[in-house]
Nanobody, 124 residues
């Protein structure tokens, strides 16, 4: 079955940077779109970023545009999220997600497959 394992979370000061990785297994990684969601304490899960199977189509939530960069390496079955200029409101558990489409990732309903999540805390 599909397995997604995130890594790279931690504590960072406001204005700092952090990089997340997601190792995928269980099916042909390069055939499917991938994305990142996050969930802050007391809030619902929200979309962060999306990347199509080839990396040719990318989208971001307005709240992270210009600060976050999503990428993928189909030779390593790995998804990445580079986060710069971090703010306290970026504090959340970050999830790697995927579904059964090469070019689309829905927010309603939520994607089918999720990793276990990695905590990102932005605080001084």
């Amino acid at each position: 079955q599909v397995q997604l394992v995130e890594s790279g979370g931690g504590l960072v000061q406001p204005g700092g940077s952090l990089g997340l990785s997601c190792a995928a297994s269980g099916r042909t990684f390069r055939n499917y779109a991938m994305g990142w969601f996050r969930q802050a304490p007391g809030k619902e899960r929200e979309f962060v970023a999306f990347i199509s199977w080839s990396g040719g189509d990318i989208d971001y939530a307005d709240s992270v545009k210009g600060r976050f960069t999503i990428s993928r390496d189909n030779t390593k079955n790995t998804l990445y999220l580079q986060m710069n200029s971090l703010k306290p409101e970026d504090t959340a558990v970050y999830y790697c997600v995927t579904d059964n489409s090469a070019v689309r990732l829905t927010t309603t309903p939520l994607p089918r497959y999720w990793g276990q999540g990695t905590q990102v805390t932005v605080s001084s």
